[in-house]
């Protein structure tokens, strides 16, 4: 649309605004939102959005962002939902995040001042080569950039600028949800719904421009205690079975060309230990676990407690527990009830100028449980890419062609109502 070409952008002010805020969200926190500091984000984003004109955007007590662009359409247009979530994952430290913009981009390696060892190549990174003659943004090499997912909320809110400023263009009632903890699976479990009110919702929170999901790994969680025989360690012989030497022989008995982050790809499920930790007496584990089919990830289950059986023969004064407990489940399901939904994505994509192209998920979004809980809700491209290292980047001409996704989505679903 020529409209695009007139428009002056505000994504990357937005972008480097809201990833200098350090929003790491904890896993072992028992609280909601698990850090504090992700209401600091929450904060400004009410203030801009009200800014914009839209007086009903409001912090929850759990951290949870919301706000309404009304329609300015007579016709009855279902309600849609535009969604990103605002922490970084707890992986890499996101605090001081030092934002760099490497402008027309080349092809040649990227060296990350604040420590020379991260390198961004093509060799590494082989999508930086569609990305010749565009701005490349990366952190400073000692934090992850935060593009997953503060690109798709500076998306969101760019949108949201554009439709505000250009009242002509019409639309229905655009709803806006920015949510904590998605990182480690707790983005949704305090969401009010009722205050969303959405008929459906997209996620931003993909990575290649012009890639849309409707499909996403199904996802537990696994956390095996260890109770093992601690003695003194001059006197320990026949007599100590150290629960933290146990831990590490069941991580070490995996399968590891198989079953593993590190060896599998596109339809392949893992088991993955994400973290050890206790003493002598009594250790602990968490996994995860993952596949995009339910009766696989349920087998993923069963092989690790067989690890920790054939372990355990060895220590008979020890013993194991194993816990495992659903986080979310492969949307696809869902989705497929609600065809229209990813048609609007690729027809929003391709006005956009893009080859769409629909893919699965490696991973989960908000969007898998808020399709489960009554709010369909497909995935779209953010342009991050490389999430939760140091080594992240986004380009600002993808983060651009998203806000006109957003935007193009909002009026497609007005024109064919």
């Known amino acids: 649309m020529e409209i695009f070409e007139r428009y002056s952008y505000t994504v990357?002010?937005?972008f480097c605004r809201y990833v200098a805020i350090d929003t790491q969200s904890d896993p072992y926190s028992g609280t909601s939102p698990s850090t504090e500091k992700q209401k600091n984000l929450g904060t400004l984003l009410v203030a801009e959005l009200q800014q914009l004109g839209l007086d009903d955007a409001e912090l929850d007590e759990h951290g949870y962002v919301y706000a309404t662009i009304p329609k300015n359409t007579s016709k009855d247009v279902p309600v849609i939902c535009f969604c990103s979530h605002m922490d970084t994952s707890p992986d890499c430290s996101g605090k001081g995040v030092k934002p760099i913009i490497h402008p027309n981009y080349q092809g040649q390696d990227l060296v990350l001042p604040d420590d020379p060892a991260q390198v961004l190549s093509p060799s590494n990174h082989p999508e930086l080569l569609n990305q010749i003659g565009n701005d490349i943004i990366t952190a400073s090499g000692t934090t992850l950039l935060g593009a997953d997912n503060k690109a798709g909320v500076a998306e969101i809110m760019d949108a949201a600028a554009f439709l505000v400023s250009h009242p002509e263009l019409a639309h229905g009632d655009i709803k806006i949800l920015f949510t904590p903890d998605e990182e480690i699976g707790r983005g949704v479990d305090n969401v009010d719904l009722a205050k969303v009110g959405a008929n459906y919702a997209y996620t931003i929170d993909g990575e290649s421009r012009g890639t849309f999901e409707n499909e996403t790994f199904s996802a537990d969680a696994a956390v095996i205690t260890i109770k093992g025989v601690s003695a003194h360690p001059g006197l320990a012989k026949g007599h100590m079975e150290s629960a933290l030497k146990i831990a590490s022989e069941i991580i070490q008995s995996l399968p590891k060309d198989k079953l593993s982050p590190e060896s599998t790809e596109g339809r392949q499920g893992f088991i993955?230990?994400?973290?050890i930790r206790g003493t002598v007496e009594e250790a602990s584990i968490d996994f995860i676990l993952r596949d995009f089919d339910n009766q696989e990830l349920a087998k993923h289950g069963l092989l690790l407690s067989s690890v920790c059986n054939e372990v355990m023969q060895k220590y008979p004064n020890s013993g194991f527990t194993i816990d495992i407990k659903q986080q979310y489940r492969?949307?696809?399901s869902i989705i497929e009830r609600h065809p229209y939904l990813t048609t609007v994505a690729?027809?929003?994509?391709?006005r956009a100028g893009m080859t769409p192209r629909l893919q699965c998920i490696r991973g989960g979004t908000d969007g898998s449980r808020l399709s489960f809980m009554g709010l369909p809700c497909p995935n779209v491209f953010a342009g991050e890419h490389a999430f939760h290292g140091k080594q992240e980047w986004v380009s600002l001409q993808d983060m651009k062609l998203?806000?006109?996704?957003?935007v193009n989505i909002a009026l497609i679903w007005e024109e064919v109502s």
């Open 12 to 14: 990357l002010d937005r």
């Open 330 to 332: 492969n949307m696809k």
């Open 346 to 350: 690729e027809k929003a994509i391709e």
């Open 272 to 275: 993955h230990p994400t973290g």
């Open 402 to 406: 998203a806000v006109q996704t957003i």
